[in-house]
Structure formats: C-alpha cells, structure tokens
C-alpha cells in the first residue's frame, strides 16, 4: 500500500505542504481533509471583498478543489472534519459532515493545519444577528451584500488590530459612518504608540470615529454599550484577534506552546511523531529572540507548509524564524512594522536607540510625493538594527522589506547607512526615508557625525 | 588662521561633503567653488522638468547658495572655475567669471567634487542647433521652454540608456513623436537581454518606436542619418551616457582609474595628500568584485561625499562600495537592478544560476494589481544571490532594494526563499515576486524541491 499524508485543514499551510509532497513524492497518496467547501482561500482578502473592491467571494480562492484533484492528484474531501487523532496507531477519525457519517483514516505523516479562529468573549449580546465575526468566506458573502443592499449606515468595529482598521476601511468604502473602539490606549498594538498615533490621526482623517481605552461591555439592541455611554450601530464587527484551531491536537496529547497554539520545531515536527504542524495554529520561532511566539499570519502558513512538505517528502528544511513583519493600510495610510518594538527590545533585554524619520515617496519636486514617517530602533550596544515601523502614504509601507531583510541580515547602523538602494525621482529622495532614519538614529552615538 | 576646506563643485557630492565637515567642525573655514549659478541641483530631475512635470527648473535646487552661506557658514562662490591644482603648495588657482579676475586660494583640504558630463562623439553635424545635450538646468529650461511652445513634434533620441528612455518619455509626455536609436541590440545595456527585452515591448507599447544595432552617423538639417536611412527629427537628443570631469586632477598629476575617473580608496582620498574625491567624477570600488568602477549616480555621490567629510572633518569613516543599483522608469514601464548581470557575474569567473519569475504587485484579486517580472542571478557553487532585476508596471521597481539589500548581505537562495517580507492583499502576492524568484532558481539545484 502506498505511503499516505493526510492533511487537516485545506488552507494556506495544509495545501502548501501538500502541494510540496506531491511535488516531491508522486508516489505517495496525500489526502486533505477541509471542514467548509473550499480550498485555498485568502482570508486576508475578505475586508476587500466586503468593500466591493473584489465582485465575487471566489475570487479569494488561490487553487480550488478540483485543480488540487485533476492537476496534483491531492485527494481533497470537503465538509469533512477530523474529529480525533490517535498518534499510536496513525489514525485520524474523520466526520464527514455531507453524508453524516465518520470513518477513520491511517496516516504514514499527519499535518495538522487548522489555522486559527476569530476571539469571541462572553460579552453580553455578542451572540446577535447585528454583531458579526469576520471568519469564513461565507461571513464574507453575507457581509458584502449586507453593505451593498444600502441598509448598515452606522458600523462600530470592536478591535484596532489589523483586522479591525481593514475593516473599517471597508465600511468607508461603503460609504457609512464608522466608529472604531478599542479598550487599549492606542490602536494596533504591535506598533511603538508614537506611530500608532500617526495611523489614528490617519484614520480620523479619512472620516473615522476613533475611541480609544474604552471596552466594550455589551451589545444591546443596535448599541454597542461602553463604560462611557452608547454607540448607536446598524452593525457591530468583532476585530479582537484570533485563537489557534489547537483543541484537535491537544486532545491527542500533542504538546502546546505559547497563546495555546501547536508547538513546532525548526522542522515543523509537533511533540508526537509522524505528526506535523504548520500555520496559524502553529507557533514559529522568532529570530531576534529565539522564542516561540504565536503570529498567525498567510505568508508564515505558507512558509512553514512549504518547510513541513520539505520534510514530510524526505529532504532537510528548517524555518527560517519570523520578525514579526506585518503591513496593512487603512484608507489612505499605509503602515508596516518589522522586528522588534520598543516594548519588545525591552523585554528582551535590549537598551534600544530610536529613531523618527519624516520624508517622502519621491523627490520633493516629483508630482504625487506622499509622506512617509520611518521610525528605527537599534541596540544602543552594538548599534545592530533591531526593528522599524513605517506609516505614510501611498508607496510607503512595502518599503519595510528592506528594513525586514536588514534586520534578518543583522546589519548595525553603520552598514545601513551605506547600502547601495535605488534611486531615482519618481521612486525616492536621493537619500532614502529608511536610509534618512538610520542616519538620524546613528546621530545619538555620534554627534555631528550621520 | 582657520583651517580650510575647498570643494571643488557645488553639487551633490561637494555640498554633503562640506556640509559634513561644518557639523562636525564649527572652526573649519569651508569654501565651496561653483562654476554655474546654482548649488545642490538634481539633474536627475531633468527629464521630469522637460517632462512638465515639474514646473520651474528650480524647484530641482534642493538647497540655494544662500542657504549653505546662511545656514551652514559655507563659503559659496558662484561663477568660480577651478583652473588649477597645485598639489605641493596646498592651493586652487581659481577663475572668477563674473569679474573676469584669477586668485589663488589655500587649501588645508582639498575635496574635488566635479562631476561627470555628457559625452558628445565626433559625429557630423552633432553641435547643431536642434542636436541638444542635457547637462544643466539652463538645457533644461531651454528644453522644456521649447517642448512647451508646441514646436516640437518629432524627436529622435539618440542612446537607449537611463537617460535616453527618461528623456523618451518626458517627449513622450509632452505629445510628440518619440523614437530612440542605439547601436546596441538593446536597450539599457545594465540590464540582461530578456530584461531589455522586456523594457523594449513596454516602450513600444507607450508608442515609442525602438530602433536598435543601428549607429547613428550624422546630423543634417533636422535629419538624423542612420546607417540604413535617416529619421526627420524636430529635435535631436543625446544620451550617449557620460564621462568624468577629471582633467583638473589629471593635470595635477593625481591618479585615474577606469574610464577616466579620479581613483579614490575606501576613505575617499586621491592619491594626493589632503586631496579627496568623491561622486561622478571619481571611482567607486564594486562590493561584489572588489574592483574600482564608474558607476556615476545621484546615491552615490552623496554616500560619498558624507564619507569624504567624516574623514576630513577628523573622525573615519569608509565608503561601503557600490552593488549597480539602478531604477527608472519609461512611461508605465518600471525597470530596476542590482548586483551583478549575467555577463558581468560571468566575468568575475561566477557561474550563474538565473530564474525569472511572472508575477502581480498585489493580490491577484485586489484592484490595480500590475504585471512585474524579477530575475535573479545566483552563484551555481554557493547559492549566493549575485544580482537581480525587476521590469514592471508601477509598484514594481523599488522592490529592488529588497534584493541590494540581501545582496550586501551576502544571502544565498535558501535564505531568501525563508525571508519575513511583508504580505496584505494591496501589497503583493502572498508568495512576494522577489521570493518567487529565488524559489524558481532553487529548483535548479533540487529537482522538486521549492
């Protein structure tokens, strides 16, 4: 009998690793298991989708069921959820939810790719048909012809993370009235407050309500009820963040790491053997620190499901670790985020020198030059960049890679200071924002000298 | 008496240089010579100008002569030509143009910072009125003045290198008639030929007509003459490319290296003692082959005149060397590259790897996602990134900057397939070009594996 990988989860890690094996082994007999009916979807698609940006929700689907059947034999079995895993004897129990009835499924290798779900406290009200989590591609749909049919003019987005100021912006697109709240005092908490207040400043300048260190107590008949009043809502959306789809695989005595998610090693081996995890119900290996941590994003689910299919089909891959890149833009404010914040650096032990550099996209004299603020943070020791925030306009914030491969290469300030970036008028000012920042950061150990 | 620094040139590479040695040195007598009338101009914003793009020519002035005597306490004398260098004595034979007078002036250092200048080839008629060089902002105001007045409908320019396509396409957007003629078979001869090609098909597509392998051999009464017929023009222009200003160090026996620029070392010092260079006239040393090139641009005469004034001013500092970073762009074409192309990696004795690679800017679903190609170079032996280049449409090019950067550092491929770039649907692809890239030329060395 051939050698079989079952995968859980048909979304980015599961399909990548999948994908990887089939590659790899023609030979092996590789089945993914997916709960809903599509494979390969982007999630991080969805607040586009509901702005109108995108006209059909299967626009978001990568690869679907059948180009995974008929083009890389993967034997994709939809509305099938595996309900146990027994890693003695290498079987998954499977429910197959269309034709309600459950089988069991021997493994040779098992990847556990079952992402991560919206957080839903147990906040009076939540429950509400006007209260709407952001999860499924489905949510997406229903959303979007909500938005479309005229009826939600009032929206209050509960969360300034990253899918919370999406969504905003998605509603903006829509043409209502939209209100963020956050209990915390700032809105997207992995960046340092001084550049979270330049992405606030953005967002009410793009007509945004943004209340900030305020939680939200309840949901009650079309108000979202606050410790300091009430805000009236057509529509509430939950952007709270997301928890690890772990609950299969700690039932099977898998070990787990920190937030609760699936702890892997470089090689995207869990705890039992022949099993596998990657994505955002997977932990990853942060570079800077050496910890885990959990950081449930697309591209690392793709990443670590290419390092487990490496694996899975018998060659040698380890996970190049995470820095912690994000991007993301609301309305007209781009922003990005690499390394270590300042709050970081602290906690890992580093006295950081930082770094605020106002610039712009072009050449001042090039039409259509937009903002852009780079802030830089450096260990004061050894001047090694540790990290960077960028906020600004269009053109800005993808500007971070250079920042993000710096900080994976471990150059100091000196070195960035003098790297050979690209220059032209339409493209940069002669001395580039990031480059402009690292100058100003270098200032503190030299004076007079950048 | 005070310590004196002359600056021979008052553009980018002489002005970063002085203004470095005033930070760092408040006692230090700083005179910079000029022979134009201005300071601190981006003649790299010429095309933009001539484009109408940019209104006036002197918006291109970054910083006036009045604000470095201000502002800075720097000496700027206009008008100045700097006649002669007496290496021995210590002195500038200088000629006043405005007051037809000669002085000689002191020097405790010396940093010449004269630039490069179109290269203009004997050709037959070439020095006729409607045959136009672009070297000052006085061409540029003439230029654009004349592009402006509607007189001009068809123009043939001559060299299809980075200055040649920008000013391609400033024609362009003034609505004439543009065709570039070269005698190579492609276009920007920094780029590998299927990447010309690329640029090329763009071109057109702009409605630029390309004629390349054909020299030209004349200028005749509004007539170019090619080798196998001739073009009617309105306008002629050159970019034939350029050629340093090192005759004044020449003549002071002051070493040349390749192509005719004043070699400097990693500190930036001439082969005359307290005679420093930097910028279009003087050589940078390549990081990748360890050679002295030219390699004359905007970045780069800044980069170098900051390490110029850190060592005149006292403390050290050295030039972090050059990798051939370039971007432009031609109307809705982007171009850009890094590192070394696939005849120059041959020539420093690499045997290559190379893999291109189809993409989108964005998400394949979200709005405005454009067509980008990027080609990377790798050493077959190590792996090492060597180079790579980018042809697309906007948001395209200034990605290069994340491949100078991994670059400089040295990465091989498996790194870069690993690296934490950053991802959301507005940004790029969840799999980033630049990646994508590199995991097409890793399945050169591993069948299957990616």
């Known amino acids: 009998m051939a050698e079989r990988l079952v995968v859980i989860g048909g979304d980015a890690a599961g399909m990548s690793a999948a994908s990887q ?30 702005a109108g940006l995108v006209p059909e929700v299967d626009d978001l689907v990568a690869r679907t069921p059948d180009e995974f059947r008929n083009r890389q034999r993967i034997d994709v079995r939809l509305r099938s959820q595996a ?73 209050v987005v ?59 107590q309840g949901f009650d008949d079309h108000r979202v009820v606050l410790a300091d009043g009430e805000l009236p809502a057509d529509l509430a959306v939950l952007g709270l963040g997301v928890t690890p789809n772990s609950g299969l695989a700690a039932d099977a005595g898998i070990d787990l790491g920190p937030r609760g998610a699936i702890r892997v090693d470089r090689r995207q081996r869990t705890s039992a053997e022949r099993v596998w995890s990657a994505g955002d119900c997977a932990t990853a290996r942060h570079l800077l620190t050496g910890e885990d941590v959990f950081f449930p994003l697309g591209t690392i689910a793709n990443r670590q499901g290419r390092v487990a299919g490496i694996n899975i089909g018998g060659s040698y891959a380890t996970f190049g670790g995470v820095i912690g890149t994000a991007i993301t833009k609301v309305c007209d404010t781009e922003v990005a985020r690499t390394g270590l914040g300042e709050a970081e650096a602290a906690a890992a032990g580093f006295e950081v020198v930082t770094a605020v550099a106002e610039s712009r996209t072009r050449a001042h004299y090039y039409p259509g030059a937009e903002r852009i603020a780079v802030k830089v943070l450096a260990d004061r020791r050894s ?38 970036l690209a220059y032209a008028p339409p493209f940069s000012p002669v001395w580039d924002p990031v480059v402009t920042a690292c100058r100003q950061a270098l200032r503190t150990f030299s004076q007079g000298r950048s």
Chains 1, 2 share one sequence.
């Open 21 to 50: 094996v089939r590659r790899m082994r023609p030979d092996v007999d590789v089945v993914a298991l997916e709960m809903g009916t599509r494979t390969s979807y982007a999630a991080c698609g969805i607040p586009y989708h509901v």
């Open 83 to 155: 309900t146990a895993i027994d890693t003695a004897a290498g079987a998954v129990e499977v429910r197959d939810l269309a034709r309600d009835r459950t089988y069991t499924l021997g493994y040779d290798h098992l990847l556990i790719g079952t992402g991560a779900r919206p957080v839903r406290p147990p906040i009076p009200g939540i429950d509400a048909d006007w209260v709407a989590g952001v999860k499924t591609l489905d949510d997406s749909a229903a959303l979007a012809a909500r938005a479309a049919s005229g009826e939600i003019r009032r929206v």
């Open 158 to 216: 509960v969360g300034g993370g990253y899918i919370g100021i999406e969504m905003a912006e998605a509603f903006v697109e829509r043409g209502c009235a939209v209100t963020v709240v956050d209990a915390a005092p700032q809105v997207l908490g992995t960046l340092d407050a001084d550049m979270a207040e330049r992405v606030r400043a953005g967002m009410e300048a793009a007509g945004i309500t943004v209340r900030l260190g305020v939680g939200v």
């Open 383 to 420: 001047g090694r960049l540790l990290g960077g925030q960028i906020v600004g306009g269009q053109g800005s914030a993808k500007r971070i890679d250079t920042l993000a491969t710096a900080v994976t290469a471990g150059f100091d300030l000196d070195r960035m200071v003098d790297l050979d």
